[in-house]
């Protein structure tokens, strides 16, 4: 199977500059993330090669990344098997971004921002809206995504960062199962503009406030339609 049949067109361009490793990352990761190395299942070293067009070593590589990362398991000599994720270890990781995201938006109303920096994260919440009124949730996440992304960033933590992007990469491994079968976000489109307001308002109490309550929904909407649908390791 070629690179293109499992990613689409696209990776090959956006990969020159990169190292093989990189690419590897990034493509076993988009894999895993679309459940197309399914949670449980065991591939050979030689199989992600040859399924990637790479040679083995990039792969080896990129896998002992992916280890560290949370995503799967190396087994010496038996290649690696990707790992489950449970209902217990989405609350957990929720309850992890619900605090950290929520001192992001508290640091960030601290702050003397300017329009410019509130730029993206605007514009994201623009998206938001409009992928709601065309029903396109596949685009609706992704602006959900910069959004929060850009909370982190305004707050200005590199640490908290760091801590935050090793766990997205989980959320998005869900997400992808439950996009379609949660209720129309439009609350949450509400919630990051009034967080937004509480910024610029420079009140960081609410700011804080609201983010939480909006991460707590988001969290037991989440572990919740895991259960209903048997989603119980993903």
């Known amino acids: 199977m070629s690179i293109e049949t499992d990613i689409g067109p696209g990776l090959g361009r956006d990969a020159r500059g990169k190292s093989s490793t990189q ?61 489950a994720l449970s209902t217990e270890d989405m609350t957990e990781i929720y309850q992890i971004l619900t605090e950290l995201e929520g001192l992001s938006a508290e640091l960030a109303a601290k702050k003397d921002l300017t329009d410019e920096d509130f730029a993206t994260a605007e514009h994201a919440i623009a998206n938001m809206d409009k992928a709601l009124e065309l029903d396109e949730r596949e685009a609706w996440a992704i602006a959900d995504e910069v959004f929060h992304n850009e909370l982190i960033r305004l707050g200005g933590n590199s640490r908290i960062a760091s801590i935050v ?7 998005r491994r ?28 420079r009140d960081p109490e609410r700011a804080r406030s609201l983010h939480t309550a909006h991460r707590v929904q988001a969290g037991k909407i989440l572990t919740e339609l895991l259960q209903k649908f048997g989603f119980h390791h993903v």
């Open 23 to 83: 690419v590897a990352i990034e493509i076993i990761k988009k894999l895993i993330l679309e459940n197309k190395l399914p949670a449980g299942s065991s591939h050979l070293e030689s199989e992600l090669a040859k399924r990637l067009g790479m040679s083995r070593t990039p792969i080896r590589e990129a896998t002992l990344i992916l280890e560290a990362q949370g995503l799967l398991e190396v087994k010496p000599r038996r290649g690696v098997k990707i790992l």
């Open 174 to 201: 869900v997400r992808s199962l439950t996009l379609y079968l949660r209720p129309s976000p439009t609350k949450s489109n509400d919630d990051h503009r009034n967080v937004l307001r509480a910024i610029r308002a």
């Open 165 to 171: 992007e090793m766990y997205n990469d989980q959320v």
